[in-house]
């Protein structure tokens, strides 16, 4: 009898005296993930994709999806401006989901970023990272803060990286 209380305080302890954790979502500062890349193909790939127009999916003005593709070139990049641009992109374009490689969200500052869907990034198996730029001035903490539902997404272990830049006023 002494066994038995023995072995359920050891199974409640270990079931419930250890917390699970997360795994810890990697947020970059732009600049810095440049600087800290070790060769300059790996910089250059970055920057191209981020910089360099690749091929995109994106919502017009309109709330219309839309599509920049020159040749037959693959689709790597997606473009977010608001949460519901996922839903537009995902009626027309999801088929195209599976090589996307970042998604750029250029946030306003003032929308609340919400992702609904827990489930979507299994929609994207080569998504390597998340770009969100903005006027806002950007810390590691205040995306985290602004971006809660995708942060908390990607701490599933998907392997994402977040990369953000506050971008310049226009004069």
Do not use: H
């Not at 374009?93 to 996307?100: A, C, S």
């Not at 810390?139 to 942060?151: A, C, D, R």
């Amino acid at each position: 009898m002494k066994s038995n209380i023995i072995y359920i305080v050891l199974l409640f302890a270990l079931c419930f005296g250890f917390k699970a954790q997360a795994q810890k979502v990697k947020i970059t500062e732009y600049g810095d993930k440049i600087a800290g890349l070790a060769s300059e193909e790996e910089k250059e790939t970055l920057d191209k994709l981020i910089n360099g127009l690749p091929n995109s999916i994106y919502v017009n003005k309109d709330n219309k999806a839309q599509i920049f593709q020159r040749g037959d070139k693959i689709i790597e990049s997606m473009s977010l401006r608001k949460s519901e641009d996922l839903e537009i992109l995902e009626k027309v374009f999801v088929n195209m989901f599976k090589d996307i490689k970042i998604i750029e969200i250029e946030w306003n500052a003032t929308d609340s970023f919400v992702l609904l869907n827990r489930n979507f990034l299994s929609q994207f198996p080569t998504l390597k990272y998340i770009y969100i730029k903005s006027y806002e001035n950007l810390s590691q903490q205040f995306v985290e803060s602004q971006f809660p539902t995708l942060i908390e997404y990607l701490r599933d272990g998907v392997g994402v990286e977040v990369i953000y830049v506050t971008m310049e006023q226009p004069n």
